[in-house]
């Protein structure tokens, strides 16, 4: 039996009615996924607000301005700041082809019913920022209006630590960094609760994929692309589950492959071992985006053919169904 889900492409310049009824309508979820270790065992709200007066203080205002926009109590205060979170996890396929006309392609494969399935085009500071949101107000992929693109993986372990959710670190760095460096600056220096891997494309073509673990250093390289371990070879059980090995041999084939174009390498997205189908275990593909620093334009690719094209200078609001 086929699964269909609603997209919506949003566009609101700060954070308002059409925010706010998304909010509404997924608190619930989100704070039962939050509390599902017991309330006891997240952070209370002094020990959130310090850690972000410390972290990422330009932050802070958009935070308490959220606090207030939904009348959250304070759970849901505690829960907006995506500190020390619940553990989730994801699958996910990067890469950026740097030929030419660099741009950051990506597979984002998760649970068909944990995904926001949003897009928003919003200006929450002094910046425009395209992104794919998670945990309300947090980024899964994304690029600001100074062409710096970024998107997220699931590093393949559950070590856990004290920091921050990744959507919300990621969402710092769109709305105050220009560049690679700076985006890379932030995650050396902001802590994350777990693994993750964050590429990162900007406007100048710089590239680097930044390995984060909450137990370990974080290691920076100017390799283009990222699946779900890492270094070399980390065996973990995810990595084989999610053929991690598979996709990252696959991405370096078609990387260096003098035969390939952009095109074909944008499509190779859209079929093994890239494309995951494992929707009832909760590993399935849920869409291909496409970031372009150069057009500073945006591509969104869903199963049986679907596309939408968005950029900084035309982004229309649309909500449509789409079938898995």
Known sequence: MKNTRLVQFVNEEKAGDKWLAFYRAAIDGYRKWF?????????????????IKKYMPELEPLWLSLIELTGADDLEARLLSFYCPAPYVSGCSQAVWTKYNPVLVRNYDYDLD??????????????????????????????????????????????RGVGFGIPVILRYILEFCQTTQQAVEVLQRVPTHMAYNVTILDAGYNVNTVEINPNNITRVSHIPLAVNHQ?????????????????????????????????????????????????????????????????????????????????????????????Y
């Open 114 to 159: 944990l995904c926001e399935m949003r897009v928003m085009k919003t200006r929450w500071f002094d910046t425009d920022v395209i992104a794919s949101t998670d945990c309300l107000w947090g980024v899964l992929d994304g690029m600001n209006e100074h062409g710096l693109c970024l998107s997220l993986s699931f590093g393949g372990t559950r070590d």
């Open 231 to 323: 270094g070399e070879y980390e065996l973990t059980d995810y990595a084989v589950f999610s053929k991690s090995y598979e996709r990252k041999k696959f991405l370096i084939e078609k990387l260096y492959d003098p035969m390939i174009n952009i095109e074909s390498f944008i499509d190779s997205f859209e079929y093994t071992p890239l494309f995951a189908e494992n929707y009832d275990e909760g590993f399935g593909t849920l869409y291909t985006a496409v970031y372009n620093p150069t057009l500073k334009a945006t591509e969104f690719r869903w199963p049986y053919g679907v596309r939408r094209y968005r950029s900084f200078v035309n982004f229309e609001e649309e909500a449509f169904v789409v079938t």
């Open 35 to 51: 509390l599902s270790e017991g309330e006891f065992n997240r952070p209370n709200y002094q020990a959130c607000h310090n850690a």
